[in-house]
C-alpha cells in the first residue's frame, strides 16, 4: 500500500521536481571460506553465529535498485538476496525478493515520515548497511535479537545543533517479517533517540577532520499471537581520525501469551542478552579491526546457546571505495562443557555502485 501512494506521488510531482530524479545502485558480495575447522563433514556442529560454510564459495548477498533524495522527499526501492546467517535458523532467502521499499516525506522542518518496508530503527550495527560492514557480518547479536526490515510507518525528527543533532524515531509495524500484511491485530513499536556529533556515525572507514560520536538508546515491543517479544539496549560509536571504536549492549524478553490460539516461540518468560566491542583504524586504504561479541539465548541456562567469538581481519578499499576486498579469522568461544571446533576463515570482495 505505501508503495502504490509512493509511486502515486512519484508520477503527480515529478514533473514540479518535488521527487529527486531516481539514481540507481548495486552491491554484490561474495565470499569463500577457506578454512573451516569442522571434524566432521556430514554432521558439522552448528551454532549461533556460524553460517556453517563448508571451504567454498558464497554469494553472501546482492541487492540492485533506484534512490532518491531531495529537501521535500526520498524514496529507496531494491531487490536482491542473501543467504542464510546462521544454520540454526535459516535467516535469509536465496531467492531475488523485494529488499526495501519506502517513501519519505518532509511533513514539517525537521520531520520525516516514512512507509513502506524499511529497517526498524533498532542497534546501530543492524542499521548500518551492510555494504559498510568492515568485517563482513554483523555480530550474532545483532542478527538475533532485534527486528530488521517491516512493513510500517515511521516518524524521524532531528534538532540541529550546529556541531550536533538528537534524532528521535518512533515507528509502527506489522512486526511479523512478511512483505504481504499482517496475520494478527498485534503490532510492533520501536522508538530510538540518538545524540550525534559529527558525520559518519554510521560507517568506520575513513579519516575524520574531528570528533565523531553516536550515542542511543532504543527499544521495541511486538504482540504477536502467542509471543510478547520486549528488546531495548544502547550502542555508541566514535571516531577519531583514522580511530573508529563501536560498542552495543542489548536485552530481550520473549514471553508467552495466548498460548490457546497458537504455538508460542518460548514455553516461559526467556531472557537473552548481548553485547559487542569493535575497534578499527583506517590507515590510507585499508582498515584492520577487531570484535568481540557475545550472545546468550538463556540467561537462567548455561547450554550451547551461549556462544562468544572474536573476528579479526582487515578490509582494503580502492579509492573511490567501490571495490572492497578482505580477510578475517573468526574465533568462536563456547563454555568448557559444550566447546566444538567450529573455527572460520574466510576472503571477501564486495563490488559497490552509488
Same mark, same amino acid.
Given at each position: 500500500?505505501?508503495?502504490? @501512494?509512493?509511486?502515486?506521488?512519484?508520477?503527480?510531482?515529478?514533473?514540479?521536481?518535488?521527487?529527486?530524479?531516481?539514481?540507481?545502485?548495486?552491491?554484490?558480495?561474495?565470499?569463500?571460506?577457506?578454512?573451516? #575447522?569442522?571434524?566432521n563433514?556430514?554432521?558439522?556442529?552448528?551454532?549461533?553465529?556460524?553460517?556453517?560454510?563448508?571451504?567454498?564459495?558464497?554469494?553472501?548477498?546482492?541487492?540492485?535498485? @533506484?534512490?532518491?533524495?531531495?529537501? !521535500?522527499?526520498?524514496?529507496?526501492?531494491?531487490?536482491? #538476496?542473501? =543467504?542464510?546467517?546462521?544454520?540454526?535458523?535459516?535467516?535469509?532467502?536465496?531467492?531475488?525478493?523485494?529488499?526495501?521499499?519506502?517513501?519519505?516525506?518532509?511533513?514539517?522542518?525537521?520531520?520525516?515520515?516514512?512507509?513502506?518496508?524499511q529497517?526498524?530503527?533498532?542497534?546501530?550495527?543492524?542499521?548500518? =548497511?551492510?555494504?559498510?560492514?568492515?568485517?563482513?557480518e554483523?555480530?550474532?547479536?545483532?542478527?538475533?535479537?532485534?527486528?530488521?526490515?517491516?512493513?510500517?510507518?515511521?516518524?524521524?525528527?532531528?534538532?540541529d545543533?550546529?556541531? =550536533?543533532?538528537?534524532?528521535?524515531?518512533?515507528? @509502527?509495524?506489522?512486526?511479523?517479517?512478511?512483505l504481504? +500484511?499482517?496475520?494478527? =491485530?498485534?503490532?510492533?513499536?520501536?522508538?530510538? *533517540?540518538?545524540?550525534?556529533?559529527?558525520?559518519?556515525?554510521?560507517?568506520?572507514?575513513?579519516v575524520?577532520?574531528?570528533?565523531?560520536?553516536?550515542?542511543?538508546?532504543? +527499544?521495541?515491543?511486538?504482540?504477536? @499471537?502467542?509471543?510478547?517479544?520486549?528488546?531495548?539496549g544502547?550502542?555508541?560509536? *566514535?571516531?577519531?581520525?583514522?580511530?573508529?571504536v563501536?560498542?552495543?549492549?542489548?536485552?530481550?524478553?520473549?514471553?508467552?501469551?495466548?498460548?490457546?490460539?497458537? %504455538?508460542?516461540?518460548?514455553?516461559?518468560?526467556?531472557? !537473552?542478552?548481548?553485547?559487542?566491542?569493535? %575497534?578499527?583504524?583506517?590507515?590510507? !586504504?585499508?582498515?584492520?579491526? %577487531?570484535?568481540?561479541?557475545?550472545?546468550?539465548?538463556?540467561?537462567?541456562? %548455561?547450554?550451547? +546457546?551461549?556462544?562468544?567469538?572474536?573476528?579479526?581481519?582487515?578490509?582494503?578499499?580502492?579509492?573511490?571505495?567501490?571495490?572492497?576486498? +578482505?580477510?578475517?579469522?573468526?574465533?568462536?568461544?563456547?563454555?568448557?562443557?559444550?566447546?566444538?571446533?567450529?573455527?572460520?576463515?574466510?576472503?571477501?570482495?564486495?563490488?559497490?555502485?552509488?
Amino acid at each position: 500500500m505505501f508503495v502504490s @501512494i509512493a509511486l502515486s506521488l512519484m508520477n503527480y510531482a515529478y514533473a514540479d521536481d518535488v521527487v529527486a530524479d531516481p539514481q540507481p545502485f548495486g552491491l554484490l558480495h561474495m565470499w569463500t571460506t577457506v578454512y573451516d #575447522m569442522d571434524e566432521n563433514e556430514v554432521a558439522d556442529p552448528a551454532g549461533y553465529g556460524d553460517p556453517e560454510d563448508d571451504i567454498g564459495f558464497k554469494l553472501r548477498r546482492t541487492r540492485a535498485g @533506484i534512490s532518491g533524495s531531495n529537501d !521535500q522527499t526520498r524514496y529507496h526501492v531494491s531487490v536482491g #538476496m542473501s =543467504s542464510p546467517f546462521d544454520a540454526t535458523l535459516n535467516r535469509g532467502s536465496e531467492r531475488i525478493d523485494l529488499v526495501d521499499a519506502y517513501f519519505s516525506w518532509k511533513a514539517v522542518q525537521g520531520l520525516w515520515l516514512t512507509g513502506g518496508v524499511q529497517k526498524v530503527p533498532v542497534s546501530r550495527e543492524q542499521i548500518m =548497511s551492510s555494504s559498510d560492514l568492515v568485517l563482513a557480518e554483523r555480530a550474532a547479536a545483532s542478527v538475533w535479537m532485534v527486528p530488521n526490515r517491516e512493513v510500517g510507518l515511521l516518524g524521524d525528527y532531528t534538532v540541529d545543533m550546529k556541531s =550536533s543533532k538528537l534524532n528521535v524515531q518512533a515507528g @509502527i509495524f506489522n512486526g511479523n517479517g512478511s512483505l504481504l +500484511g499482517d496475520d494478527n =491485530s498485534g503490532k510492533m513499536l520501536a522508538g530510538r *533517540i540518538e545524540y550525534t556529533m559529527g558525520e559518519g556515525a554510521y560507517n568506520t572507514f575513513g579519516v575524520t577532520d574531528g570528533l565523531v560520536m553516536g550515542v542511543a538508546l532504543d +527499544g521495541y515491543l511486538n504482540q504477536e @499471537i502467542a509471543t510478547q517479544d520486549l528488546g531495548y539496549g544502547a550502542d555508541v560509536i *566514535i571516531r577519531a581520525a583514522g580511530l573508529s571504536v563501536l560498542g552495543e549492549f542489548r536485552m530481550r524478553t520473549l514471553s508467552p501469551t495466548n498460548t490457546t490460539v497458537d %504455538v508460542p516461540a518460548v514455553l516461559s518468560e526467556t531472557q !537473552q542478552m548481548g553485547y559487542l566491542a569493535q %575497534v578499527g583504524y583506517s590507515v590510507g !586504504q585499508f582498515e584492520p579491526a %577487531v570484535r568481540y561479541s557475545s550472545f546468550d539465548d538463556n540467561t537462567d541456562l %548455561v547450554n550451547t +546457546g551461549d556462544g562468544r567469538e572474536v573476528s579479526a581481519g582487515v578490509t582494503w578499499h580502492n579509492k573511490t571505495d567501490s571495490v572492497r576486498i +578482505g580477510g578475517s579469522y573468526v574465533l568462536r568461544l563456547e563454555d568448557d562443557a559444550y566447546v566444538v571446533s567450529n573455527d572460520t576463515a574466510r576472503l571477501w570482495m564486495m563490488l559497490r555502485y552509488k
